[in-house]
């Protein structure tokens, strides 16, 4: 009688696990199907010669959303040798125009064997003030962070520069405080040195 019961418990145990797995499985599948779809979208109405940069996974109103982050280059000649880059962000729950733009610049020395270190950060925001706080600026500067590694900087510089008015320059230096950049109340100033990392990180 007891070994019935307990028999009976074990398998109603081990059904709700499979149900649980099940559930977690169409999840995995609806957010892969998801990503495809965006990635899909991305690669044939964006890049167009562009390149994916980034994929970050986001939550807006207690929903998973996706953001592709594309990078586009060019290199000016004139005032001065620069690789100009910049990275646009698009949402998956509305393709239609970037929600994240970032501006940024890698001038070269007039002497070939001199090259500059330093990635200027000219511009960097989210458009709309529906999008703050969800993280979309702080994985913009991931990818920014990445760039610059890549292009083997050792600091990245830049001004803060609210869009909205100066209402919101506290805001903005607190983002800017959360993602590791150096910066005072006294200048608009900002710098993320990479020889710090290991410093922030432990």
């Known amino acids: 009688m007891f070994g019935r019961r307990k028999e009976e418990k074990l398998l109603e145990q081990i059904s709700g696990v499979n149900e649980d797995l099940q559930r977690k499985l169409s999840k995995s599948e609806r957010e892969l199907k998801d990503m495809s779809s965006f990635l ?17 996974k986001l939550r807006q109103y207690d929903k998973d959303v996706y953001v592709g982050y594309i990078l586009e280059h060019k290199f000016e ?10 990275i646009y962000g698009y949402i998956s729950t509305n393709i239609s125009s970037p929600i994240y733009k970032a501006e940024l610049n890698w001038q070269l020395s007039r002497l070939e064997t001199d090259i ?11 458009c709309g003030k529906d999008l703050y706080g969800i993280g979309i ?50 200048t608009d100033l900002i710098r993320y040195d990479f020889a710090k990392e290991t410093t922030r990180k432990s």
């Open 77 to 86: 000649i004139e005032p001065q040798r620069t690789y100009v880059y910049t």
């Open 40 to 56: 899909n979208f991305l690669n044939e109405n964006v890049c167009r010669g562009k390149q994916i940069c980034g994929i970050k």
């Open 137 to 186: 600026g702080s994985a913009g500067l991931d990818v920014i962070k990445e760039l610059a590694r890549e292009l083997n900087c050792s600091e990245i510089y830049g001004s803060r520069r609210p869009l909205d008015g100066k209402e919101n320059e506290e805001r903005l230096y607190q983002f800017y405080e959360k993602n590791g950049f150096e910066q005072r109340h006294d």
């Open 116 to 126: 500059v270190k330093r990635l200027e950060l000219a511009n960097n925001y989210v």
